[in-house]
């Protein structure tokens, strides 16, 4: 079945769970990104971190820290830095590029398309920079490693190849025809590659093993599927059903540690 | 005065010194940056890596780590780094938006504009991933130290900052009138800021004091500074002359080292 679907951002139900962490997290970053000189630089960046649409993947990070045993102070500037990456992705995502379809209706942009792409391309030193000032010098190992994951997941075997396979599948019109099979390689890269990344920067932060952190691995992609297919309009289809039967199966391994947390992300 | 420049690319003198160098930094970045699946996302990542206009910056992070002891393979992996961080740079600076002048004249493009924009944006976390692996685990306060530094010097308030006023500073033809005290302060933030940063990368990496390394970020300002201007055909002003006089001046903190490939950069 092909289906037809907006791009416009749709908005997400919000947990209070998540509504606390992510509170917590923007004022961790309200803290590093005070509006200073050059205001024409810091304005624009502080507007579109704190203005891009809200996701689970921040607070997901927290979470699999939480669960490991970590505190949430430890995987704040993992958190931080996640959500930071997905400001800049999304600001990139609506440049008005010559090749690219019409902008989408009701998008408003407040600066224009160079100001957007400079301030995209300040916001993601930015987040790299706040997770390497996060240490406190006993911790540098386990904050590298965070990075390479980071790294690996907004890159060009992450979201950059997601974004490959959606600019090919987009249409001239800024609409989109797909078939749920594309959604779905779509969302198991994109979506699911952050999430994944969220959830073993977590486990790494929060000190979990080797084992607790390949199991958040999974946990996570299954996460990111289940958020992006619902974010996409696809709540009670049959990826989201499996994607969450199969992150339960993982979650048994946690059968001792408080689980509760992590369950709010399966939509059960 | 008022001098009128193209924006075009002007090629720059190369040194023997240097040469070797960006031989040596070229083969580290391939052996990372292998063409592999999937091909439309690593094709062009790196076509634009290695075709990006080559400077002195990587080689003066490698020349800084040599004057402090250090040695030449313990600032490839930061040099690497600088590398790929110009040529994303480039890559952004020259994509055709809506509210851009005219292409400038000459210049090839390979590539649509939205895959240089989503390569440019898959290079810069590749740049990180690249550093953050390059620990073998005894060095990685050193390691996030020049993350810092690097992200500060690619970002807001550095090169994000100079292309702001550049931006601002350029006309709707394609071209610049431009002041030469303008064009001085461009290039104080652009290339002076990147110079200043990587020789303290080299410096850092390669073991020197703190005394050194604050040394080496006043020294790579002003190489920094001679580049720019001379790259932008300034190569007799008086800006040049200061800013040769006064590395001099700084190098004599190391009169007991061998300075002779540090003093390459100041086109003595």
């Known amino acids: 079945t092909a ?15 998540w509504a606390s962490m992510q509170a917590d997290i923007e004022a961790h970053i309200k803290q590093f990104i005070t509006i200073k000189e050059p205001l024409v630089v810091f304005e624009p960046m502080h507007h579109l971190i704190i203005n891009a649409p809200k996701t689970t993947l921040p607070a997901l990070c927290v979470a699999a820290c939480e669960l490991v045993g970590g505190e949430r102070h430890e995987a704040i500037s993992a958190a931080s830095a996640l959500l930071i990456m997905e400001a800049a992705t999304y600001t990139h995502e609506h440049l008005p590029l ?79 025809m797909c078939h749920v099979e594309e959604i779905r390689r779509v969302v198991e890269k994109y979506e699911g590659g952050l999430h994944s990344c969220g959830a073993v920067c977590g486990g790494v932060l929060g000190g979990g093993s080797e084992e607790e952190i390949e199991k958040l691995r999974k946990i996570g ?34 059968k001792d540690k408080e689980v509760d947390a992590i369950k709010t992300f399966l939509n059960v």
Chains 1, 2 share one sequence.
Do not use: C, W
């Not at 289906?3 to 951002?9: D, I, L, P, T």
């Not at 299954?222 to 992150?247: H, T």
């Open 98 to 176: 010559t090749d690219r379809p019409k902008p989408e209706f009701g998008m408003n942009h407040v600066y224009g398309p160079n100001v957007e792409l400079l301030t995209g391309d300040g916001i993601v030193p930015f987040g790299f920079e706040l997770l390497a000032r996060s240490d406190g010098g006993e911790n540098s190992e386990r904050i590298l490693r965070v990075m390479v994951e980071i790294s690996r997941a907004v890159g060009s075997r992450g979201v950059i190849e997601a974004q490959y396979r959606k600019a090919m599948g987009s249409r001239s019109d800024g609409e989109e």
């Open 221 to 254: 992609s299954y996460v990111g599927m289940i958020q992006g297919m619902v974010q996409r309009g696809f709540s009670g289809s049959k990826e989201v059903d499996e994607a969450r039967n199969l992150a339960i199966k993982e979650l048994e391994f946690f």
């Open 3 to 17: 289906v037809r679907m907006s791009m416009k951002q749709q908005s997400r139900n919000s947990h209070p769970y």
